[in-house]
């Protein structure tokens, strides 16, 4: 059972890895695309981003590559039903309708931005989804590791 | 239905089987935190776990499993 254990940890810290360097990654990119929809020609700035932009793709490729390998081993052991077990589906269902409304809400907000900015459409897009990636896989690591009122022997 | 309103002797009985929560975890097929969070009243189990977890302490669901201000709200005993 402590295999079990080992493999949520290893599960959770992937996922929180996967976010955070996607979210650099992504971040990185919008900040580009921000620099440039503002006409922000400051060279050095922007050949920082774009180096930002190749490091952290290149960490996101290498982490997604590992998480691969990770979800091999795990369908490969004994536990893989277990780590899939009905409380992770649970809070697998949590985090993708948090992750919804948060989504909604965001939409509902640059809408009311256009009004006043005109908006590109790649930007839009692109900030939706890295709320979408990063909140859902976040979320679902929080709930992963929240609710334990005690633990018993 | 909120887990509030689901009570359960899980500790009680896994204590008497001398269970920790990772042996019965183990005998139903899933994760400690599972159990953890049904025993604390946090997380309500399927009705495929309840018949599982009830199984595997050798007591009717009904037993392990209550209604807490209503009908059928008593533990049996």
Redesign the interface.
């Known amino acids: 059972?402590?295999d079990?254990?080992q493999l949520?940890a290893q599960r959770n810290r992937a996922l929180t890895w996967l976010a955070l360097v996607f979210l650099v990654w992504q971040g990185a990119w919008l900040a580009g695309d921000i620099t440039e929809f503002l006409a922000y020609e400051e060279r050095s700035v922007n050949a920082a981003i774009d180096m930002l932009v190749a490091v952290s793709g290149l960490v996101f490729a290498g982490i997604m590559y590992r998480y691969w390998r990770f979800s091999k081993k795990v369908e490969a052991s004994p536990h893989a039903?277990?780590?899939s077990?009905?409380?992770?589906a649970?809070n697998e269902a949590k985090a993708v309708r948090f992750a919804f409304m948060l989504v909604l809400i965001s939409m509902a907000v640059m809408l009311a931005v256009t009004a006043f900015i005109e908006l590109p459409g790649h930007m839009v897009v692109r900030i939706l989804m890295i709320l979408a990636v990063v909140s859902t896989q976040l979320r679902f690591v929080m709930f992963?590791r929240d609710?334990?009122?005690?633990?018993?022997? | 239905m909120t887990a509030g309103n689901l009570g359960n002797r899980l500790?009680e009985l896994?204590?008497r089987h001398n269970f920790?929560?990772?042996?019965l975890?183990?005998a139903v097929?899933?994760?400690?935190?599972?159990i953890?969070?049904v025993?604390?009243r946090?997380?309500i189990?399927?009705t495929v776990?309840a018949l599982k977890l009830a199984a595997a302490l050798q007591v009717p669901v009904e037993e392990l499993f209550y209604l807490e201000g209503g009908e059928g709200s008593t533990p049996s005993s």
Not at chain 1, 147 to 153: D, I, K, L, S
Request: no cysteine.
């Open positions: 059972m402590a079990v254990e949520v039903d277990t780590l077990d009905e409380l992770t649970h992963e609710g334990e009122a005690e633990v018993g022997g | 500790k896994r204590a920790t929560q990772a042996q975890a183990e097929g899933v994760t400690r935190k599972t953890n969070t025993e604390n946090v997380f189990p399927s776990l």
